[in-house]
């Protein structure tokens, strides 16, 4: 009986890439402690990063915003509680939707251009002709990435905050006739320094996922164009699979714990 090799199953390659997405995590860590940075391209990856991702995520943010107003605000007024909508809105920004969908948009975004570029490079040999040039691929190509994301997220998700919550105020104010001054105090009211960090701890380690992933899956790209179209579109899934998986660990180490915001009644 003439033997057959089984070829390797696409969940098998997932894993294998995966598992190499965190080596190469640990190689990143290692070489920034060593200072081994390259600004220009630093530079050149986080313009290309924030400004040119502004639009997609306001736009984004404000109908966030608005869609979770209408969603919340008739129930709260129904209980006699409208003096929450700014606050309950504000604080669902703030912890879970601006970091995450931040996250998502820049993943289906950045993340794809990262493995589509690099996976590029590796079936045209690009990647080989660093190496003789005695040029290490994580500090030319892999860093600057990690560390454009990790920087421009948090202010990406900051301005999706804003924009989020208001478009949420427009809605409350021209459609449920709650007072701009009442919306504005119920934000502050529920809003603490505490969540803002735990935004911003959020928003960087999802940009050092994202980039982390893209430039894995494009260094362990194989199979010409299709081997690039794969990688991209895995890439993609792979790093939104990472963003909820890390949200909820995350959540948990940041959030847990009883609440100690208090919801003031209208008279």
Known sequence: MTGKIKPTSSVEQWIE???AAVFLGGQVIVHIFNAKIHRRNTLDQMAAVGPESI???????????????IQVAREFIYFGA??????????????????VLTAVVIAGRVGSAFAAEIGT???????DALYMLRTDPIDYLVIPRVLACAFMLPILTVMFLITGTIGGMAIAV?????????????????IEVSDLLGAVIKSVVFGMAIAIIGCSWGLTTTGGAKGVGQSTTTAVVTAMLAIFTLNFFLSWLIFQGTGTVTVAHAP
């Open 174 to 190: 021209n459609l449920y006739d709650i007072p701009q001054s009442v919306f504005l105090d119920s934000v502050r009211n529920f």
């Open 55 to 69: 639009t997609i995520a306001l736009v984004t943010a404000a109908f966030v915003g608005m869609v979770f107003t």
């Open 121 to 127: 490079m590796r079936v045209t040999e690009q990647i």
């Open 17 to 19: 890439r995966s598992i």
């Open 82 to 99: 409208e003096t929450a909508v700014g606050g309950v809105l504000a604080l669902a920004l703030t912890r879970e939707l601006a970091p």
